[in-house]
């Protein structure tokens, strides 16, 4: 689910890391010159060279020395020369002594391991010229254009992609970076921040309210309404079986009159299901089969009375009318769109009109199972300042998943 969004964001995260590592380390080789700086890094190479070097210095100058020295002197070095030619035959001591030298020249574990580490110190920091770097919006700017565009392409809305970025510039713009790992934690959690703003919407618990209406002596109703196709009757399916679990009994108002077999695909759900279903002849009025419903549910002491609609194109003003006919007759506690996750911005935009046309509580999304953008889950509650209340999963009764913000940042980041 929504694995092509993830993907966008996780490639941002990467990005700017490297970026940022990047223009840290050529800010660092311009102050290559500190000499305390320079001479930790020196390599173990560096160092046995440096070694020898000077040793040659001091042979030279040894030497120069010695040519100085007068003729006298001069026999005398020539005798301790030849002297020194039986101190060449060492004892065994000297030569276990000798031994230990070369030993101690040749790069022992501990030495590798030096070097290892300093490797390993680069690799996790890359700041190893430079203490730390701040932030600008420099860094930042064209890696966070880029995910606007990506955003975009994934039918993120464009307000809603505008409101990420510039969240994420403003968490970003200033923060003190040490080491690159900073980069990558800062970016994630800006990240986080922004998809949870967007996320922010007053949310409703339906379970919290039927309880409420059930201590007046009355059922909660709710309508569903949305385009043709989306999945409104098989979400009625879904939300019954989900709130039959939690010990609460629906009716279904079969108020798709419209659709030839509307009548007869859900008379099959409810079947299936075992729940009571409350219907009139094709062509019959919507808001009467509501009506009746509800004063069944009433009579009957059900806790909850779901209507299906017919699908409408929010285009079809007659239809869009009809839609708030039944609102005024039933008179529902809450209308609940539902819209094709997979429509991303149509989505967006069929939300806005039937909000306009009925004033929605709230939203549920089908086929998020199949929906890698998630460019509708992540905009349709922003812009009509409504909760997304479940995702449908599946086509199967069981398919459906109520929707936390937090779940959904964990989803994506
Ligand atoms: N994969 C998947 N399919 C779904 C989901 N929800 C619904 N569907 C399928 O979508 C198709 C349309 O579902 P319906 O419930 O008939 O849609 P509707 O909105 O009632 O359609 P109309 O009555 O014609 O307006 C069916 O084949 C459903 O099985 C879902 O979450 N995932
Ligand atoms: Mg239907």
Redesign the pocket.
């Known amino acids: 689910m929504f694995n092509a969004l993830k993907k966008k964001f996780n490639s941002t995260v990467g990005k700017l890391t490297d970026k940022v590592s990047r223009e840290a380390e050529s800010e660092g080789l311009k102050n290559e010159d500190k000499p305390s700086e320079q001479s930790a890094t020196l390599s173990r190479e560096n160092k046995i060279e440096k070694i020898s070097s000077v040793e040659d210095d001091l042979k030279e100058v040894e030497a120069e020395e010695k040519s100085k020295l007068p003729p006298s002197e001069k026999e005398k070095e020539v005798k301790s020369e030849s002297k020194s030619f039986f101190s060449r035959f060492k004892s065994k001591e000297s030569i276990q002594k000798d031994e230990k030298e070369v030993e101690s020249v040749k790069p022992t574990t501990q030495d590798k391991s030096i070097e290892e580490e300093e490797l390993d110190g680069d690799k996790s920091s890359i700041f190893s010229f430079i203490r730390e770097k701040t932030l600008s919006e420099k860094d930042v700017e064209d890696i966070l254009w880029e995910l606007e565009m990506s955003l975009l392409e994934s039918d993120v809305a464009l307000e809603v992609a505008e409101t990420i970025i510039s969240s994420v510039k403003n968490d970003l713009v200033g923060k003190k970076i040490k080491r690159s790992s900073d980069v990558e934690d800062y970016t994630r959690q800006a990240l986080k921040n922004a998809i949870s703003t967007i996320l922010d919407v007053e949310s409703i618990n339906i379970e919290h309210l039927i309880n409420k209406k059930k201590a007046q002596g009355e059922p909660l109703i709710i309508m569903f309404v949305?385009?043709?196709?989306?999945?409104?009757?098989?979400?009625?399916?879904?939300v019954s079986t989900y709130f039959i679990k939690k010990g609460y009994t629906p009716v279904i108002a079969a108020s798709?009159t419209f659709?030839a077999g509307?009548i007869e695909?859900i008379t099959h759900h409810a079947e299936t299901i075992g729940i009571k279903i409350i219907k009139h002849k094709k062509g019959a009025d919507p808001a009467a089969v509501a009506f009746d419903a509800v004063s069944h549910a009433k009579a009957q002491k059900k806790d909850l009375v779901l209507i299906?609609t017919?699908?409408?194109m929010q285009t079809n003003i007659n239809l869009m009318d009809e839609m708030a006919k039944i609102k005024r007759v039933s008179r529902p506690d809450l209308i609940i769109f539902?819209g094709?996750?997979l429509t991303g911005n149509d989505a967006v935009a069929q939300a806005m009109k039937f909000n306009d046309t009925v004033n929605l509580d709230g939203i549920i999304l089908?086929?998020?199972?199949?929906d890698a953008k998630g460019g509708a889950a992540l905009s349709i509650g922003y812009v009509i300042q409504k909760p997304i209340l479940f995702?449908?999963?599946?086509?199967s009764y069981d398919?459906?998943i109520e929707f936390r913000p937090d779940w959904m940042v964990d989803q994506l980041i």
Do not use: C, H, P
Request: proline share 0%; glycine share 16%; hydrophobic share 30%.
């Open positions: 949305g385009i043709n196709g989306t999945g409104k009757t098989t979400t009625i399916a879904k798709d659709r509307a695909q299906d017919a699908g409408r539902v094709d996750s089908t086929k998020a199972e199949a995702l449908g999963t599946g086509q398919d459906l």
